[in-house]
């Protein structure tokens, strides 16, 4: 059988069964169930979440279940793809490159085909789509893949972006201006011609991610997808523009329709990734004219700008990315880590201290690899780089900002960032050596002061489980 979301929750009730909750009592999709998964947040515990009776905006129980929380424990996504959680960014470079050649299928072999609608029989908000923040203007599609396609070459393209649900057959669309997504719209309106567009939501999470992968322009994901799913991945024509437009067959649901040219509606505001409420703009619709989904769809919610959005919808591929590119040029670079709290604007990388400047050319080497990085903290060999005491540990004392302060002024920001000057979309990016020098000469020992630590024969022998029981440990305080 292939991939889809079914066998991946089919292999998590085998293997990981406490890693999933299944809600039974009735939870809005307005805001509850993100109140949900931000209660979880608070205790930093991490399950995929099953809501099984979500109610839509009508106060009615949907027909169709919902998945959320799916991407968002570290350590969970890192066991999907057979992964060392501290080893991503190796890792996952080496599998990104890989590529599947897709496989075509037939309509009658595609269970996304189950279900037709056409025309009046559309109706989007029978789906659970989740309302998010107290000031969104209803409910986004947070979790859907929208393709595309080039109409000079006729090579198609996927992206995640927002889409808020305005009508049972319109939505807008939040096409970032420096996406391949918007060079096809714009290719398409050049023509005089409406965009063909259909979104797809729902499919196993490692295909989810190999979607996400940077590519070129223009190149399709399908065969990355393949590569990180780890078989080709099955596509079918979509209804409405046949061989020229298709989508994953093993998917849950799928929008087609057109953007119109030309045209824009008021988008937002919308709390986006940053965990800031972004402001309205003008944007382009999708007026859709066919869905077609399983029988007992389940639509993927993400929890957008929570960890569920961040670590395996975007920062498993920045590790990778950063690593692949600083590496040529850094040989002395040991790892990466996009850590879940800066949101995507902060990256520590981690290096071998053999000679000067280092630091300082790992800082100017990873910035221009994404344009939402703003931060970039270089740390030693010594340092753990998944735990942020220790990095702030090292910022504190390896660091003299009036020589390891790197500052790039000028710079394009993150259009989501409300401290980039709105409009301008230019900002100040940088980062920190925070490393002890170098040693004078190769192979010499490094003169700087030692890290206090107990003997390591001591630190072997003693164990905290040999003085008290495993049950009180979980009941001691902790501390920030």
């Not at 990778?320 to 590496?327: H, L, P, Q």
Request: contains cysteine; glycine residues 8%.
């Amino acid at each position: 059988m292939a991939e889809n979301l079914r066998t991946y929750l089919a292999w998590l009730e085998q293997k990981r069964p406490e890693y999933l909750v299944r809600i039974k009592k009735p939870i809005r999709a307005k805001y509850e169930i993100t109140a949900l998964q931000r209660k979880l947040h608070s205790i930093n515990k991490y399950p995929v979440i099953m809501v099984e009776k979500p109610i839509l905006d009508n106060g009615k129980e949907s027909s169709y279940s919902l998945i959320t929380n799916m991407t968002s424990s570290r350590d969970l996504c890192a066991e999907i793809l057979g992964m060392d959680p501290h080893r991503v960014a190796m890792e996952y470079s080496a599998l990104q490159a890989k590529r599947l050649t897709p496989a075509k299928v037939a309509k009658k072999d595609a269970p996304i085909k189950e279900v037709v609608e056409k025309g009046k029989d559309v109706n989007l908000l029978k789906f659970p789509i989740m309302t998010h923040n107290f000031l969104d203007p209803g409910p986004y599609i947070g979790g859907g893949f929208v393709s595309t396609y080039d109409p000079d070459t006729g090579i198609d393209n996927c992206g995640l972006q927002r889409m808020w649900v305005k009508a049972p057959q319109r939505t807008g669309l939040w096409a970032l201006p420096a996406s391949h997504n918007w060079a096809n719209i714009t290719k398409w309106w050049a023509r005089g011609e409406d965009c063909p567009v259909a979104v797809w939501i729902g499919h196993h999470p490692a295909g989810l991610s190999g979607a996400q992968s940077k590519l070129g322009h223009p190149e399709s994901h399908y065969a990355s997808m393949g590569g990180v799913l780890g078989e080709p991945v099955r596509l079918v024509p979509t209804e409405t523009f046949g061989d020229k437009l298709y989508v994953p067959a093993d998917a849950e649901i799928v929008i087609e329709g057109y953007i119109p040219k030309d045209h824009y509606e008021t988008e937002g505001p919308f709390g986006e990734y940053t965990g800031y409420t972004g402001g309205q703009r003008p944007c382009p619709v999708i007026d859709v004219v066919c869905v077609t989904h399983r029988k007992d769809a389940i639509y993927h919610g993400v929890g957008v700008g929570q960890a569920d959005h961040l670590v395996f919808m975007g920062n498993f591929t920045m590790e990778a990315r950063i690593y692949t590119s600083v590496k040529p040029i850094i040989p002395e670079l040991l790892n990466v880590y996009v850590p879940m709290s800066g949101a995507r604007n902060h990256a520590y990388l981690q290096v071998r201290k053999t000679r000067p400047g280092i630091g300082k050319e790992a800082i100017m080497a990873a910035l221009p690899t994404d344009f939402r990085l703003k931060h970039i903290i270089v740390v030693d060999e010594d340092v753990d780089l998944f735990d942020e005491r220790e990095i702030l540990w090292s910022i504190a004392y390896r660091s003299q900002w009036d020589k390891d302060l790197v500052i790039v002024t000028g710079a394009i920001g993150g259009p989501c960032d409300p401290s980039v000057s709105a409009g301008a979309l230019i900002g100040t990016r940088g980062g920190i050596d925070a490393t002890p020098p170098p040693p004078i000469e190769p192979g010499l020992p490094r003169y700087y002061s030692m890290r206090n630590k107990t003997p390591d024969d001591v630190a072997a022998r003693i164990k905290v489980e040999d003085y008290t029981d495993s049950a009180q440990i979980q009941k001691f305080p902790g501390s920030y």
